[in-house]
């Protein structure tokens, strides 16, 4: 399956980038758990679309705002990709 023609232009601009640069937030130097985020492009009515979550209003930090789906790590999973899938 090839990738949409309107997805190319970020798959081109980011295939060299490196990860860390992402992020301005390093994990703790001890402690933390490994987690997982989906980032996932699709097209509805033959538009670029991505999925967001409302965060429910009752947590701790960012409550109620859009986020990627994502979360921990569980011991079950196989992996980050299977943790990302399953959030």
């Given amino acids: 399956m090839s990738s949409p023609g309107w997805l190319k232009p970020l798959i081109e601009a980011t295939s060299d ?3 860390e640069a992402l992020s301005q937030f390093r994990p703790p130097d001890s402690g933390g758990r ?3 985020v989906l980032i996932l492009f699709g097209e509805q ?7 967001l ?3 429910a209003p009752d947590m701790r ?3 109620g705002q859009p986020a990627f789906p994502g979360g921990a790590v569980d ?3 196989r992996g980050p990709v299977e943790a990302a ?3």
Avoid at 45 to 51: G, I, K, Q
């Fill in 17 to 19: 980038l490196d990860g």
């Fill in 61 to 63: 930090s960012h409550a």
């Fill in 34 to 36: 490994h987690s997982a």
């Fill in 53 to 55: 979550i409302e965060r």
């Fill in 45 to 51: 009515d033959e538009r670029p679309d991505v999925l």
């Fill in 85 to 87: 899938l399953r959030e």
């Fill in 75 to 77: 011991p079950e999973d």
